[in-house]
């Protein structure tokens, strides 16, 4: 049935963190992750919005449908804080790798003025 709704629903990424939902519910941490991972291979920041906006009022109060969905954004903000590291990691190499490129053209122009 989990399967199913995916392959029914599968232009909503969302639908994957509803289901890791349900999966972490019912003790599936393994299919939760895969659903979650899913959802990250797919989404847009578009789609993580809508879902942490997607309960009313009263399935907010819900304790039994929060901490699941909590378990969720959990899991999200660790997989997206190691993805943003990686990034700044590489900004910070590409930031380099320019201040190296931009001497170097400095450099090669120093030198062309002084020959002529």
């Not at 943003?84 to 790798?97: P, Q």
């Amino acid at each position: 049935l989990f399967d199913k709704s995916i392959h029914l629903k599968n232009h909503d990424p969302k639908v994957r963190l509803y289901l890791a939902e349900i999966y972490y519910r019912s003790g599936r941490d393994a299919q939760a992750e895969k659903s979650i991972q899913e959802f990250v291979g797919h989404a847009k920041a578009s789609d993580l919005n809508k879902y942490i906006k997607g309960f009313s009022p009263e399935q907010e109060k819900r304790q039994d449908i929060h901490i699941y969905k909590k378990m969720v954004l959990n899991r999200l903000y660790e997989i997206y804080s190691q993805k943003a590291a990686v990034f700044s990691e590489m900004l910070v190499e590409l930031k380099d790798e320019m201040e190296k490129e931009r001497e170097e053209m400095n450099v090669e122009h120093r030198t062309s003025n002084i020959e002529h």
